[in-house]
């Protein structure tokens, strides 16, 4: 796993060597000091760093160098799945590009799958194959990346897209806005978690809890409704 905030995940106790050869010890991936100080030195390479880094300690490094550390140190067990859990989040935008080509890089070199998790769409878009939306603690809609982006179906992912603030002047329009706050996780309600701040809700999103329902192929959304039918015929009866 690689943690948000590099300047917390590292201990300051421990120098960089020390810090990527402990996951090797309690995995047993290296069966000697001088195996496990050559693949040290491999992984350090590998993030973009220099074996000379190895003997210094977190407080020497700038917030994109921790986090080179970082995941050299969840290299380390040699894993084929590793949770990116907002990665960039705490880095400054050149730096965020820097990480992410990296990511990208690693993943493409050693074959590993991500889970990422984060609130920034574009990241989001540019890193991710597959996107979950989630609220409340519950995946609301499950999609390929693109097809998500281009035709979200939960309202929330609505919503969500569609707050995004556009640079082009041109294209600039009012940003959508969920009525209401987001209901307290120790007091969940009933029904459908979205209903509270969802424009088309009715008793039966009271009453009932949505199931997840593929809508077109490998698209999945938990909604009692086909929302785009809703809203076309919520505005052709405000038309008539």
């Known amino acids: 796993m690689v943690f948000q905030d590099p300047y917390a995940s590292l201990d300051p106790r421990q120098n960089v060597r020390s810090a990527i050869i402990e996951p090797m010890k309690i995995h047993h991936t290296v069966s000697s000091k001088s195996e496990a100080n050559k693949r040290a030195a491999e992984l350090i390479e590998k993030v973009g760093l220099n074996p000379?880094?190895?003997?210094?300690?977190?407080?020497?490094?700038?917030g994109g160098q921790r986090q080179r550390i970082a995941v050299a140190?969840?290299?380390?067990?040699?894993?084929?799945?590793?949770?990116?859990?907002?990665?960039t989040s705490s880095l400054d935008v050149s730096v965020q590009a820097q990480i992410l080509k990296l990511f990208r890089n690693i993943q493409s070199e050693m074959g590993l799958t991500y889970v990422f998790i984060s609130h920034n769409l574009a990241?989001?878009?540019?890193?991710c194959t597959r996107t979950g939306v989630m609220y409340l603690g519950r995946i609301v809609e499950l999609a390929y990346t693109e097809r998500?982006?281009?035709?979200?179906k939960h309202p929330y992912t609505k919503a969500l897209l569609s707050s995004v603030p556009l640079p082009d002047p041109s294209k600039r329009k009012e940003l959508a806005t969920l009525q209401g706050?987001?209901?307290?996780?120790?007091?969940?309600p009933g029904g459908c978690r979205f209903r509270t701040r969802c424009a088309y809700s009715t008793e039966k999103c009271v009453r009932d809890?949505?199931?997840?329902?593929?809508?077109?192929?490998?698209?999945?959304?938990?909604?009692?409704?086909?929302?785009?039918?809703?809203?076309?015929?919520?505005?052709?009866?405000?038309?008539?």
């Open 52 to 62: 000379d880094h190895l003997a210094r300690f977190p407080h020497e490094f700038s």
């Open 73 to 87: 140190i969840a290299l380390a067990v040699e894993p084929s799945f590793i949770v990116l859990d907002e990665p």
């Open 123 to 127: 990241v989001i878009r540019q890193m």
């Open 148 to 152: 998500l982006f281009e035709n979200p």
């Open 181 to 188: 706050d987001v209901p307290t996780p120790v007091a969940i």
């Open 209 to 240: 809890s949505p199931p997840m329902v593929e809508v077109e192929r490998n698209h999945w959304t938990e909604c009692h409704y086909d929302i785009d039918f809703v809203a076309k015929t919520q505005q052709d009866i405000a038309t008539i």
